[in-house]
């Protein structure tokens, strides 16, 4: 394991906090809009491709790197009765994406602080190396 | 062919070269992250590192590779970015990358102080 490696680490860690709280953020955000005719309500979301965390701890070996990716997933809608909205169908229902604000709470909350650790960790490992460094010196 | 062939100072010096171009990118990518439709770079030298590992054992290959490796502009790569915003500057990225070069950096400087260090040491026999 190198030194390195520990570093790429803490990047993607960084990378995909941002993105949940990027998600979270975008998924409050079209909570109360309406959904047209004819769109799918749609749900950010990330997904984690090729993270093989013991690989790239082991050897690095090069392109094993994960990646983040922000996505979008199919959702539910909810309906509200409301017959005055433009956007009303032929029943008087309007439809939003159903938006779990817990959910989206909670996840923002865990992004933030995961990537407080995140930073620390960086950190952490800038001041070992920096100390590692002075082994033997004078 | 200098008078003093010492592939460790070159590669370490070849190192020292690719991560300043590492910080440049990311400095370069910082001060343009408000360009519209700007495409942030970053350093790829993976796979010269890979080729240089694998001659570590016989220095004249080693001495060759390095003669061959080019640092410059033709290393950087557009950066593969993931955002609502599409391809855009992630400062967090940008930051991190610069301490990794930092700290590579330093590291480099060090072991070099240290290998010249022993040579002082052979040629007069005192640091």
Known sequence: ?138 | MALVSDVTADLVGRMLDVQKLRAEAAAGNIARANVPGYIPQEVDFRSQVASLQQDLQQPEALAADLAEMRVDGSMLKPEATSSLLGASVNLDNEVSTLTIADTQYETLIESLNRHFGLMTLAITGRE
């Open chain 1, 1 to 138: 394991m190198n030194v390195e490696a520990l570093f790429s680490i803490n990047q993607f860690g960084l990378d995909y906090e941002r993105l949940r709280l990027e998600a979270a953020l975008s998924n409050i955000a079209q909570s109360n809009a309406v959904i047209g005719k004819g769109q799918t309500p749609m749900l950010a979301q990330v997904t984690a491709t090729n993270g093989d965390f013991q690989a790239l701890v082991a050897g690095g070996s090069p392109g094993a790197a994960p990646a983040a990716h922000l996505g979008q997933v199919a959702a539910k809608s909810r309906a509200v009765h409301d017959p005055a909205n433009p956007m009303a169908d032929a029943n008087g229902d309007v439809h939003y994406v159903d938006v779990d604000m817990a959910t989206e709470m909670t996840n923002l909350m865990s992004a933030s602080r995961a990537y407080e650790a995140n930073v620390r960790g960086i950190n952490t490992l800038q001041e070992m190396t920096e100390k590692a460094l002075q082994i033997g010196g004078r």
